[in-house]
């Protein structure tokens, strides 16, 4: 008789207890984002032949490699959780961040696209390396059971510098490309900052691509550019040094100079592609 009393207690205080819970307890949401690329291909890409479009419409991880987010308190900027940078897989047109576990408030959520464990978040350009075509967006995320999922746009941070080389001398076996002021860094919202140098050297190549952030100082950076007739020091004496020249960088776009050496004539060509058509800037017949 008291077993079945004692079994009778026990079940009515259990029901007590989870109608409590059930009042007082909210159930978890499981919050998440749904994150796309936007810019696919550069803005001016179609007016360049030499290189080709990417396909739109194919997986995400076709864009972005890898993928790193951090999420902070909107009021104080407290990081509340980051993710370590992982690669992107599979065959979705979207990527989903999920947040479990993360209770009705305001955030702010930073996402970045193409990351490496080399560099720290942010860095676009350090040790006059030319880093990766890196992505990012933000938003400030409402969460709460109204929320419904929304959906962030990676954009691209950097621009592309495109260098054509036409009827170089085949003596010609190197490329030494310097390229100052353009920006160090920048946060999720595109808020750069910074100044540095990004250095190239690298066997001649007649199309040679490089990323590059946006120019720092009043909208241009310096370029200059020396090839030479060995695959050796760098040291020695330059086959063909060109004056400094001025390029105009900017997010997202492709900003092309062309050098042409003129056989019949002696003359190097040099052009730049300035508000949709090719300009000449320097006629030179110097080695």
């Known amino acids: 008789m008291n077993g079945r009393v004692i079994q009778i207690f026990c079940m009515v205080v259990g029901m007590v207890l989870a109608s409590s819970c059930g009042d007082e307890c909210p159930v978890e949401q499981p919050y998440s984002v749904r994150v796309s690329v936007k810019d696919k291909n550069y803005l001016n890409i179609s007016q360049f032949p030499q290189l080709s479009p990417v396909d739109e419409n194919l997986p995400f991880r076709t864009y972005t490699g890898t993928l790193y987010y951090a999420l902070y308190d909107a009021s104080t900027g407290a990081l509340i959780r980051e993710s370590a940078v992982i690669s992107t897989e599979g065959e979705e047109k979207e990527y989903t961040l999920a947040f479990p576990g993360i209770p009705d408030g305001d ?3 930073a996402v970045w696209g193409n990351l490496t464990t080399d560099y720290p978040t942010g860095i676009l350009h350090q040790d006059g390396k030319e880093h990766t075509d890196i992505y990012v967006t933000s938003r400030v995320l409402h969460f709460s059971p109204d929320y419904q999922t929304e959906e962030l746009t990676l954009e691209r941070t950097k621009g592309k510098l495109l260098l054509l080389c036409s009827n170089f001398p085949a003596e010609i076996t190197r490329i030494e490309q310097n390229v100052s002021h353009v ?22 190549t007649n199309v040679l691509e490089t990323v590059l952030a946006p ?14 007739a060995t695959d050796t020091r760098a040291s020695e004496s330059p086959y063909l040094k060109l004056p400094e020249m001025e390029v105009d960088m900017r997010r997202n776009e492709i900003t092309a100079v062309s050098i042409d050496y003129n056989t019949s004539e002696g003359i190097w060509e040099i052009k730049m592609f300035i508000r949709g058509e090719w300009l000449t800037i320097h006629r030179l017949d110097i080695y």
């Open 183 to 204: 920006y160090q860094s920048t946060d999720a919202g595109l808020n750069y900052a910074g100044s540095t140098q990004v250095d190239k050297n690298v066997p001649f």
């Open 107 to 109: 955030y702010k959520l």
């Open 215 to 228: 120019s720092s100082v009043d909208g241009h950076s310096k370029l200059a550019l020396t090839f030479y």
